[in-house]
Every structure is written in C-alpha cells, then in structure tokens.
Nanobody, 119 residues
Framework: QVELVESGGGRVQAGGSLRLSCVAS????????MGWYRQAPGKQRELVAT???????TYKDSVKGRFTISREYTKGTTYLRMNNLEPEDTAAYLC?????????????WGQGTQVTVSS
C-alpha cells in the first residue's frame, strides 16, 4: 500500500502559475500510474492529468497546453505544473495512484490541496 501527500496549492490571480507535488510513501514500486483529479464544490470529481510507468500522459481537454504532469519514479513523486490558470481551475486537487499487486489494482488517494484562482 501507499500513502499520498499533496502540497503546493494556494491562491493566485488568473494567468498565474502553481506547481503541485504529490509524494507517495510505502510500497511505491507497485505503483502503475499516478495522476491528478480535481473536485469543485457541487461538482463531480474529474480527471486532470495522469502519467503511467511508460511515461504516457493523458490530460483533460481544457488543461492541455497549460498543465504539465511529470513524475520521478524512484521517488514515488508526481508533479503538476499549472500555467495560465483560470478561475474555472479553482478546485481541490487530489493525487491518485493506481497500485497493482498480484494482478489486482487498487486506488489510493491523497487528502487534496486547494487551488483558488481569482479573476
């Protein structure tokens, strides 16, 4: 199992930038992919970006070209660089890890870090 701890959230003005970090501890070498989701009040949780062990990435359409996900595999760490932030990006950002053992996949989540973008 792993524990995920996020950091780097905050309050910025539209057009600003933030870098989120997520550090996994525990059996990090069973992690298959890591990613970021977000949830705004009254809305469903949505995928923002993911990166798997092969380095393949996926992004929500509205963040393509503005957000970049990266990962340090041996450290169990993933980052989300967010540029040109918009008020619509305001949400709690949660780190996710897909952890696989004996052919079974498990989902682990961090507590979340708040990002607030003012216009």
């Amino acid at each position: 199992q792993v524990e995920l701890v996020e950091s780097g959230g905050g309050r910025v003005q539209a057009g600003g930038s933030l870098r989120l970090s997520c550090v996994a501890s525990g059996s990090i070498f069973h992690i298959n992919s890591m990613g970021w989701y977000r949830q705004a009040p009254g809305k469903q949780r949505e995928l923002v970006a993911t990166v798997n062990n092969g380095g393949s990435t996926t992004y929500k359409d509205s963040v393509k070209g503005r957000f970049t996900i990266s990962r340090e595999y041996t450290k169990g760490t993933t980052y989300l660089r967010m540029n040109n932030l918009e008020p619509e990006d305001t949400a709690a950002y949660l780190c996710h890890a897909e952890w696989v053992a004996r052919g079974v996949s498990y989902d682990f989540w961090g507590q979340g870090t708040q990002v607030t973008v003012s216009s």
